[in-house]
């Protein structure tokens, strides 16, 4: 979503999908060899470049899979995810970042930015620059180079600078110009992306140029602060001098800096500098170690991970691209002629899935579980939707890693989080007595002090209305106090997932419990809401309408917070419904969508208003909860307008080009979107159903992580790349004829082969009532 600011709960569907997983959990690793449809190298179709202008915020620089590590360059324009294609100016060089983060950027933390200072006389190192408005140079356009493990760019000023990394540990390489007159220099920046920092200290070593110290900074997102430490060694020249510097003067005395926020939070720039002379070929490298335990730890991981910085370049950007080799090695394709463009979205789609979240194991300084320990889930309430759901499938093993480490961080901080990034969720000092009860059962009875970072609001209200009330009185806890209408609908789907589960437990009463409170969404059904546009009647009539406590109905147009009207955050324009218009969550009742169906008149009424929704402007295909609305004409037994649906959007708002995404990646989100899209499957968070819609390649196959089993979609009978015959006709697994335009996730855990024929016209395959996706609580 643009702006990352809190929503409701929704970690239940996540969790609830993951869940499933912890028992299939085994040491099976794959040994196979990624490949694109002529068996040539998979890295090449990946292009870290898509989405790096016009809002997709993704991180563009070197990484391997879930690391730490993520050198690129920042930027002073567009910089959520450190660098963007955007023109603007270069403000370093940095090695912790998130992928697609809306509203502040996110790390950036301690920037490397080399430069070559004029030739003075009495200035001596003052002739340099040292604030970030006046060191930062253009980049030259054209020498951006970005691929999995390394990337590129030259500035203006004539300096080159090359990056890549291991797990915890940056390598960069800058070369200088020739004939600059001063001797290089490079400064370290105790300034973040978005100006965090609250105090820190850094000290640089007089005869080996080594630069150590640590910061405070704020996460982006969530509340509290976090520790970083750092440990830079350059090697390739011989030291001058070095020094401090403040604002934009330094010196060499002292060795050693310590800022704090002054009064009134007063924001200094400051940081540590070193000059070089005797570069060989002009070149110099700086391995920075990173660590939120210790300097120590920072300096231990550079030094075990990088030993030989000045040959490990090479060695490192192997093992990097290897690693991603690997990552991939569970999915091929035979795209039968589908462009590169399109096989380029789905690899780099795939690839920027495995970005975030990030790998903290033995970095989290609040407690050590001997588990692995994930972090940067940013957001969840984004991600569960098709982010986790695709690595459900591609890594099952990592997926499942994951889910543990979100237990474990109930476990350790009394709740799930929302969103958690750099060890920040909510502060909560009450966890100790809560700790016994069920991580997802709390999450549904008792409201946390501070909502807006976990757990649910308005819980008093729910329990004894059945819906979230318009200006509800809820003195149990402090959250944003508006979405009365889309937290009814999220609850109530929370609540669906919860009666899933205690069903697969066997516990008859809670299931029978949440089952009933999933049915609350039809409390805030205004059957005879009408809406317009410019005083126009859409023709529509029953719409979700925010309800006041005592009964009566309030009323928000149903058009507002879409692209037609304004747009609505937390902190901008608070509303109804989070980021989206009623319009967009009237299709949010994922567990009842017949009954949704037969409010809204049938069928036909039913398709009539996805259409509408999807043509008339409503729609944003730049934020995730419009995705399933893509799919939703499967549930009137119309599965071929779902994938008609689908082509208006892939590949026109998702290509292979740096403004290629429609809007902030969310972890990836866009990306599983596409490769989603492309697989012709879309998974329903939180239930065991993918709907299946037309590929966009001939065949699929995806070896699970955990069974070693490889499932397949195959489109037999002749391929169509043109797209022309995008309508499915029938459709077997292993062999057998399957009518339902649904499936299950046995298809990837048992390996099963689908076979799929294609034609132009729309055909009775997947229509009939019972070849719908389920979708209805029995005896409700
Ligand atoms: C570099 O690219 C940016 C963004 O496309 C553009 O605004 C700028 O004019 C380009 N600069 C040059 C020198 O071409
Ligand atoms: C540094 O800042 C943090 C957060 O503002 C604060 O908790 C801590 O006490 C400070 N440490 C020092 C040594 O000033
Ligand atoms: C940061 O480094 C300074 C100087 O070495 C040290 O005094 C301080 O304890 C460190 N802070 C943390 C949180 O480790
Ligand atoms: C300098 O460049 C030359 C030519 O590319 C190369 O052979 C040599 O190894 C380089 N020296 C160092 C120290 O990197
Ligand atoms: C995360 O890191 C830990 C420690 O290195 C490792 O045991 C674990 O397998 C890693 N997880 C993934 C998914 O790579
Ligand atoms: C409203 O309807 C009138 C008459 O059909 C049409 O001319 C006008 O363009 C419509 N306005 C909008 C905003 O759709
Ligand atoms: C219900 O409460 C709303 C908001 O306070 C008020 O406008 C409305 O008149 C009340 N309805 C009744 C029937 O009292
Ligand atoms: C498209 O489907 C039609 C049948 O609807 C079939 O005759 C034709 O061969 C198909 N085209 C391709 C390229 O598969």
Redesign the pocket.
């Known amino acids: 979503m643009p702006n990352s600011t809190p929503h409701s709960a929704f970690r239940l569907p996540l969790l609830l999908l993951l869940l499933s997983l912890l028992s299939l959990l085994a040491n099976i690793s794959t040994a196979l060899a990624a490949h694109a449809d002529d068996g040539d190298d998979i890295l090449r179709l990946i292009n870290p470049l898509i989405g790096s202008t016009n809002g997709g915020n993704v991180f563009a620089g070197a990484t391997r ?2 690391a730490l590590a993520k050198p690129v360059a920042n930027v002073d324009g567009q910089n959520t995810g450190g660098f963007a294609t955007d023109g603007s100016k270069v403000t370093g060089f940095s090695a912790v970042h998130d992928l697609g983060t809306g509203g502040n950027p996110s790390l950036g933390n301690f920037p490397l930015f080399p430069q070559v200072c004029p030739q003075s006389g009495d200035d001596g190192v003052n002739s340099c620059q040292f604030r970030i408005g006046d060191r930062a140079p253009h980049y030259v356009n054209d020498s951006v180079v970005a691929e999995p493990g390394r990337f590129a760019v030259e500035l203006v000023s004539g300096v080159k600078a090359q990056m890549t990394s291991s797990e915890h540990a940056a390598l960069y390489r800058f070369e200088f110009p020739t004939g600059g007159g001063g001797d290089p220099l490079v400064l370290l920046d105790l300034t973040d992306l978005w100006q965090s920092r609250q105090n820190a200290s850094v000290s640089v070593d007089a005869f080996t140029g080594q630069l150590k110290g640590n910061g405070t900074f704020l996460p982006s997102f969530g509340a509290g602060s976090y520790v970083m430490h750092f440990c830079v060694d350059f090697h390739g020249g011989d030291v001058r001098d070095n020094g401090v510097w403040v604002n934009n003067r330094a010196g060499t005395e002292p060795k050693s800096l310590y800022v704090t926020r002054g009064f009134n939070l007063f924001f200094v720039e400051a940081g540590d500098w070193v000059r070089f002379q005797n570069l060989a070929n002009n070149t110099l490298t700086a391995r920075m170690g990173l660590s939120f335990i210790s300097t120590e730890q920072a300096c231990n991981h550079a030094a075990t991970e990088i030993p030989k910085p000045l040959t490990d370049f090479d060695r490192l950007v192997s093992e990097t691209q290897d690693a991603w080799r690997q990552k991939l090695s569970p999915i091929s394709i035979k795209a039968g002629g589908a462009s590169e463009d399109l096989q380029s979205s789905f690899w780099s789609g795939i690839y920027r899935g495995m970005i975030s979240p990030q ?1 903290y ?2 970095e989290n300084p609040h407690w050590d579980s001997g588990i ?1 320990y994930f972090d940067s889930y940013y957001c969840i309430w984004d991600a569960f939707r098709v982010q986790h759901p695709l690595l459900t499938i591609l ?1 099952p ?2 997926q499942s ?1 994951m889910v543990n480490s979100l237990l474990d961080i109930y476990k350790h901080e009394g709740w799930l989080p929302d969103c958690h990034m750099s060890m920040c969720s909510g502060l909560d000092t009450g966890w100790l007595e809560r700790r016994r009860r069920a991580a997802i059962i709390q999450d549904a009875e008792v409201e946390p002090l501070e909502w807006s970072y976990q757990g649910r609001g308005g819980l008093q209200s729910w329990k004894s209305l059945d819906y979230i009330p318009y200006l509800d009185f809820d003195p149990l806890g402090f959250g944003t106090n508006s979405r009365s209408v889309s937290r009814t609908l999220e609850y109530a789907y929370n609540d669906y997932c919860l009666a899933t589960l205690a069903q697969g437990l066997g516990k008859a009463d809670v299931y029978d419990k949440y089952i009933q409170r999933s049915t609350n969404w039809r409390n805030i059904w205004k059957e005879d809401q009408t809406s317009a546009i410019q005083g126009n009647d859409t023709g529509f009539k029953g719409f979700f309408q925010p309800k006041y406590m005592n009964g009566t109905w309030g009323y928000q147009d149903p058009i507002a917070c879409s692209a037609l009207a304004d747009f609505c955050s937390l902190t901008t324009n608070p509303s109804e419904t989070f980021e989206a218009s009623i319009w967009q969550y009237q299709f949010l009742v994922p567990q009842q969508i017949s009954t949704l169906i037969s409010l809204m008149g049938g069928d036909e009424e039913f398709i009539s208003r996805l259409d509408f929704f999807h043509t008339s402007g409503l729609a944003d295909i730049s934020n995730e909860p419009v995705f399933s609305t893509v799919y939703l004409y499967h549930y009137a037994g119309r599965p071929a307008l779902s994938t008609k649906r689908l082509h208006t959007y892939i590949p026109s708002r998702f290509r292979n080009t740096n403004d290629g995404l429609p809007g902030n990646d969310d972890s990836g989100s866009m990306g599983a979107f596409v490769v989603f899209g492309i697989m012709g499957l879309f998974p329903i968070a939180g239930q065991n159903v993918y709907l299946i819609s037309a590929p966009f390649f001939e065949e699929l196959r995806v070896t699970h992580g955990v069974t070693g089993k490889t499932a397949t979609v195959r489109v037999v009978g002749g391929f169509d790349p043109a797209y022309a015959n995008v309508s499915i006709q029938s459709v077997t697994v292993n062999g057998e004829p399957w009518t339902r335009n649904w499936i299950t996730h046995e298809l990837f855990t048992e390996g099963w082969t689908m076979e799929i024929t294609l034609g132009a016209e729309e055909s009775a395959w997947g229509t009939r009532p019972e070849d719908r996706p389920p979708s209805r609580i029995s005896g409700s």
């Open positions: 899979p879930y790998n194991t033995g692995p890594d093993v990592a890693q």
